[in-house]
Nanobody, 116 residues
Framework: QVQILESGGGLVQAGGSLRLSCVAS????????MGWYRQAPGKQRELVAS???????NYADSVKGRFTISRDNAKNTVYLQMNGLKPEDTAVYYC??????????WGQGTQVTVSS
């Protein structure tokens, strides 16, 4: 079991920035990758960015060039730096840890709201 805790969400104006943090605890040795998903009202949860234990990254096309995912292995923490935020980025953002058996553990979510 891996426990996940996200933080850093809030209300920001269009064009602004936020940094989300995700701390993992528990069976950390079993984690193969971590990522950020988001879910907007009335829509399915979608993958925003992911990072492997080897620091290979992937991004959704909609956030490339604006968002950056990074990790601090010493702190078991993953970050999502979000720049140039748009109203369409408004969603609940969830952090996930992918274990070696492909199962995922999830955080409770943090709300990001981008105003016009």
């Amino acid at each position: 079991q891996v426990q996940i805790l996200e933080s850093g969400g809030g209300l920001v104006q269009a064009g602004g920035s936020l940094r989300l943090s995700c701390v993992a605890s528990g069976r950390i040795f079993s984690i193969n990758a971590m990522g950020w998903y988001r879910q907007a009202p009335g829509k399915q949860r979608e993958l925003v960015a992911s990072i492997t234990t080897g620091s290979t990254t992937n991004y959704a096309d909609s956030v490339k060039g604006r968002f950056t995912i990074s990790r601090d292995n010493a702190k078991n923490t993953v970050y999502l730096q979000m720049n140039g935020l748009k109203p369409e980025d408004t969603a609940v953002y969830y952090c996930t840890a992918v274990r070696s058996n492909s199962r995922q553990d999830w955080g409770q979510g943090t709300q990001v709201t981008v105003s016009s």
